[in-house]
């Protein structure tokens, strides 16, 4: 079965296709602006979409990034590295990235968001017994670093599970630094 891309919208339409996306879930002004490209006749008519979208305060990134980083830090668990690269992919600009990771994670003692990642993700494991296997201590060290914990913490958190944690300092360049700077070089600035 080919498959068939979807019909273009006349300008009238497109306003109406944004609502309804935005009905389903919020998002950033950057990735609706790539939507509504994707289905305009007239690329002109984007622009128009867009600011009625933000006349009626419809699209807001603050208000977006405030919200996602909110879910994923409380439901998913996940640290303030994850979250600046999250928001970077849905094209947050950086700046306002930072600074809503930044309030979002104030007053977090981000030690213990690591041992809540490491108890949901292992529960049913006795973790001094499953983390004294080298193996499996490097696995966790790299989720717990993909989930966007600092090395540093992360190393800390683990040393009270497995004497091996220490070796975990001196692991290739390319594995500690994995997540060091979590918004990508591409300047998303301009966007939006």
Avoid: C, W
């Avoid at 306002?96 to 007053?107: F, H, M, P, S, V």
């Avoid at 300092?169 to 301009?190: C, F, K, Q, T, Y």
Wanted: glycine fraction near 8%.
């Amino acid at each position: 079965m080919a498959f068939k891309p979807p019909r273009k919208l006349a300008p009238e339409e497109l306003y109406t296709y944004a609502v309804g996306l935005l009905g389903r879930r919020d998002y950033s002004k950057a990735e609706m602006r790539t939507k509504l490209l994707g289905r305009s006749i007239e690329p002109s008519s984007v622009e128009q979409a867009m600011a009625r979208l933000l006349e009626f305060a419809f699209l807001d990134d603050r208000r977006f990034a405030t919200s996602y980083a909110q879910v994923r830090k409380e439901s998913g668990g996940f640290g303030k590295g994850r979250i600046l690269r999250d928001l970077a992919v849905k094209r947050v600009p950086s700046e306002l990235a930072k600074e809503i990771a930044e309030q979002t994670y104030a007053g977090s003692d981000e030690e213990q968001l690591v041992a809540n990642y490491l108890e949901r993700k292992f529960r049913g494991k006795q973790l001094d017994v499953f983390l004294s296997e080298p193996k499996n201590l490097q696995s966790a060290y790299r989720r717990l670093r993909t989930a966007g914990f600092s090395s540093n913490v992360t190393i800390k958190v683990l040393k009270r599970y497995a004497a091996g944690a220490e070796g975990l300092e001196h692991m290739e360049a390319d594995e500690v630094e994995m997540n060091e700077d979590p918004i990508p070089s591409r300047d998303l600035e301009g966007v939006g």
